[in-house]
């Protein structure tokens, strides 16, 4: 499949986006690897101002709570927005 999608002879785009989308798991599994890493770095961070765990580990998980929620809003408030958009009909 990957020599169609880089083939100039055979490339359209339907077969570019199919051949990059991925499964539900993957996606869910690559968010939740995304997150772990923000949370070390922002208690790693945190940790190297306060030199405080409890302190780190707090502002890192409040901290990236807060961040996920207004992220899904931020993406829910997008969905509504059709700039951008190319309606095919």
């Not at 986006?17 to 968010?31: I, P």
């Not at 765990?53 to 899904?72: K, P």
């Amino acid at each position: 499949m990957i020599d169609q999608v880089f083939s100039v002879k055979a490339f359209n785009l339907s077969t570019l986006v199919e051949a990059m989308e991925g499964t539900r798991k993957r996606s869910l599994a690559k968010a939740v690897l995304w997150r772990v890493i923000c949370i070390v770095i922002s208690v790693i961070t945190t940790f190297a101002f306060t030199g405080k765990w409890d302190l780190a580990v707090a502002v890192g998980t409040v901290y990236n709570a807060i961040t996920m929620g207004l992220y899904y809003f931020h993406e829910r408030l997008w969905n509504r927005i059709k700039w951008g958009i190319n309606l095919k009909k």
